[in-house]
């Protein structure tokens, strides 16, 4: 999902609800605000999907959560996570 607005979060808590229904734990990754709010502007259920909403490589998703871990010091403008989901 790319958000553009804020019925959008409601969108994507419906959507985690309907994927946990199961009873069973969710990998998410999200591209979020840099900032201590941490807004998400995309969800996917992959790294892959990320990517390809963002128009990246998967290898560069997995670069910038890296360079994230190893230098959380610096200022973003956006970042990414990998949320664990339970029902």
Known sequence: FLLNRSSDLAMIASHVEAITRGG???TLYMRVTGDKYELPL?????????ARLQGMSPSSIYTAM???????????KSKFIKVEVDE
């Open 24 to 26: 069973e734990r969710m």
């Open 42 to 50: 995309a969800v996917g259920v992959s790294v892959a999907e990320i």
């Open 66 to 76: 890296y360079e994230q871990r190893a230098h959380p010091e610096r200022k973003r």
